[in-house]
């Protein structure tokens, strides 16, 4: 999200174009010196020239360039232009190409090869960038440059809108998003077939070192020596990911186990969880977490998880106070966030999460295909004093132990067993409707479900 915000009276930067100095987001400390100007080229036009005064004429007050270069012009780009080091032929200045890498985005154009292309067709940019063209090598060096800088940005930017009152940043709501790795779905390798691999592979290594004929080279194999090393490198990485996904098989109960020669990966990105797209093709994935503000059109919170499911992924509730200097408040998320250690979490910050405990869009689906369905837990009554539940006969239910099952993360959770007296269930008048079990009917309680707030029974 592009902030517009209102225009500072910052010093000008010694150039033609007229550029404000970028602003320095409150609390910060005193800046460095601005690059010297001739480490970066001049521009083709400055505000003067006929060529940016026809395009400027064209322009609606409203236009998305316009916005962009009042917001880039805000901005601290300090370590922006000190991570040029001034040595070799002069760079476009930072900031204009900054302006013209957002627009791209803004409409959709993520590449950088597409961003030297429309630097020649697109008038906006061309507005932007005082008409400048960067290449294509510029522009993927660019991007490269940019990439450890978009924290820094961003926090200026939410801090920015915080103090212009934009935004309270204190209410948001998260939701995921699986997003395609930059992997083949199609060459996925098991443990055994990367065994073969790496002895094949270090046998032509071997082979290089000495001068010898290699013979053969498979097509999955690198061309040259230096990217066969690098191959090499890529599948040791490969192989101590699948010896350690092979462990964690091991360790879950047999009935849970995966067949072991169906455990395979991406060696291209080892790090990407495999599962079904929203096309529901199989292949490496992301999930990418989005904290969206209540208030605004702002993102507060954003991370990137390797994982197909959202369980565990509370984190960018916890990155919205990195950004922002804000602790939020309330959060609205669906059922995959509502786990009880997602819960004790929250609490732990003083968060209020909004959410469906274990319930989702086809809870109530699935229950009408259940007329069979027992008597529900959420008709038992916790007596908290007495640390015990009361069935709907007024029976109360005894504690008989307590089990640690595993979560996601290496965590654990506790649940303690309560157990109603097989007498009491053996005559009730409601045993066939609550329970199959001749020893008495059995309820589960987690050890943070104390922190749970139901307003009524249908979760």
Known sequence: MLLALRPQNHPRLDSPCGAREPHAAPNRPPRRDLPRRDRFALPPWDRRSPQWLEIEDTLDANHRARAIAA????????????????????????????????????????????????????????????????????????????????????????????????????????????????????????????????????????????????????????????????????????????????????????????????????????????????????????????????????????????????????????????????????????????????LFDCATVGLDLDAPYQANDQTERRRGQRPDRLIPKSQFVWRPEEQTYVCPQGHRLRATGQERRARAEERAVVLLTYRCPKEHCQACPLAARCTRDRNGRTIKRNEHEDLLTLPDCRY
Request: charged share 25%; hydrophobic share 40%; with cysteine.
């Open 71 to 342: 917001a880039v012009d805000q901005l601290d780009l300090t370590d922006l232009f000190a991570s040029y080091a001034g040595v070799g032929s002069q760079p476009h200045r930072p900031d204009l190409m900054l302006k013209i890498v957002l627009y791209e985005i803004q409409t959709r154009r993520h590449s950088p090869a597409q961003w030297a292309e429309d630097v020649h067709e697109r008038r906006p940019l061309l507005w932007l960038g005082f008409g400048i063209t960067p290449s294509r090598t510029r522009c993927y060096a660019f991007r490269d440059r940019i990439g450890p800088l978009l924290e820094i940005l961003n926090r200026q930017v939410l801090e920015l809108a915080v103090v212009a009152g934009f935004t309270t940043a204190r209410r948001g709501a998260l939701d995921g998003t699986l997003i395609a790795a930059s992997a083949s779905r199609h060459r996925l390798v098991n443990l055994s077939r990367l065994e073969r691999r790496l002895a094949e592979l270090d046998r032509v290594i071997a082979a290089d070192k000495t001068g010898q004929d290699p013979g053969a080279i498979p097509a999955w194999m690198a061309r040259c020596p230096a990217q066969r090393r690098r191959q090499r490198y890529r599948f040791g990485v490969a192989r101590r990911t699948l010896l350690k996904q092979h462990a964690q098989n091991a360790r879950r109960p047999s009935q849970n186990r995966q067949d072991p020669e169906k455990i395979v990966l991406s060696t291209s990105d080892v790090e990407a969880a495999l599962g079904l797209d929203k096309e529901k093709v199989f292949r490496p994935l992301y999930n990418l977490q989005v904290v969206q503000d209540l208030e605004s059109s702002l993102v507060l919170g954003y991370e990137v998880f390797a994982q197909t499911s959202d369980a565990g992924t509370l984190m960018p509730l916890r990155r919205v106070h990195d950004r922002t200097g804000v602790w939020l408040e309330r959060a609205l998320a669906d059922a995959g966030y509502a786990s009880a250690l997602d």
